[in-house]
């Protein structure tokens, strides 16, 4: 079975990232859009990644233009977005397609009912969230209005950090 450690991505830059970088880790894998009414979660996505980095926790966040065209702006014009307004400072990667024909293969796999049948399923907005455990499968799922701060999921980033 594949695990999220099986992909190469670009990062924001253009520089390809193995998503292996990431093993040992909780990670949070999010689709994001900068001209959203969920945009603000870039706040609590922040705050998360700055209250469990240390533990071994850290989110992507994976800007995508499937839905009303609320992410159109280039690689740099995104970068500078987050870290203006929100002061980004967790891993941003490249524009990929979530859904549809051109879906990015991290997303069909992530979405995959077969090999998660439990959290797979279509993405259906911006800001959905997988938590993915230290061992590179998916542990949970939050849709875009599952805020951050919620307590669901600080419990599941716990229990995905080991209660450490």
């Avoid at 203006?84 to 979405?111: E, R």
């Amino acid at each position: 079975m594949k695990t999220i450690y099986d992909f190469m991505m670009k990062d924001i830059d253009g520089n390809d990232v193995s998503l292996s970088t990431f093993r040992g880790k909780a990670v949070m894998i999010v689709n994001v859009a900068s001209r959203c009414g969920f945009t603000k979660q870039y706040a609590g996505l922040q705050a998360l990644h700055e209250k469990y980095g240390e533990r071994g926790f850290v989110i992507l966040g994976f800007p995508a233009n499937n839905f009303m065209g609320q992410e159109p702006g280039t690689e740099e014009e995104i970068k500078s977005f987050c870290s203006l307004n929100y002061g980004v400072t967790f891993p941003m990667f490249s524009k990929i397609s979530v859904k549809g024909g051109d879906i990015h293969p991290l997303y069909a796999f992530l979405t995959d009912k077969r090999q998660h049948p439990e959290f797979g399923g279509a993405i259906a907005w911006n800001f959905n969230k997988f938590l993915v455990g230290r061992d590179g499968r998916v542990v949970a799922r939050f849709g875009s209005r599952d805020a951050p701060e919620s307590p669901e999921i600080a419990k599941a980033i716990e229990t995905a950090l080991g209660g450490e």
